[in-house]
């Protein structure tokens, strides 16, 4: 079995920084990509950033040159560094990725979703 714990969100003002964190764990085989999602109350489920195994990262319009994707391939953990962050940054954020891992003495391609982690940005 495979599991995506996320941690780091919580409550900021407009314009201070936060760090999400996410650890794959289980029988895992090898990871893709991986990346954050967010969703706001009423809209539908965005891609935040991604990143590639290779280390090749892609961000949405609204966040870039403010977020930052990076991960441990050792650690099998993806990171999101926020900064100058928006009230209209506030959402649930969902770490998600692409995992080959064990089933028996095969292997199985599966995408997972982290629980999800509120991000709030007000004054």
């Known amino acids: 079995q495979v599991q995506l714990v996320e941690s780091g969100g919580g409550l900021v003002q407009p314009g201070g920084s936060l760090r999400l964190s996410c650890r794959a764990s289980g029988s895992i085989f090898s990871i893709s990509a991986m990346g954050w999602y967010r969703q706001a109350p009423g809209k539908q489920r965005e891609l935040v950033a991604a990143?590639?195994?290779?280390?090749?990262?892609n961000y949405a319009d609204s966040v870039k040159g403010r977020f930052t994707i990076s991960r441990d391939n050792a650690k099998n953990t993806v990171s999101l560094q926020m900064n100058s962050l928006k009230p209209e940054d506030t959402a649930v954020y969902y770490c998600n990725a692409d995992i080959t891992h064990w089933m028996g003495a095969s292997t199985v391609r599966t995408h997972y979703w982290g629980q999800g982690t509120q991000v709030t940005v007000s004054s």
């Open positions: 990143i590639t195994n290779g280390g090749n990262t």
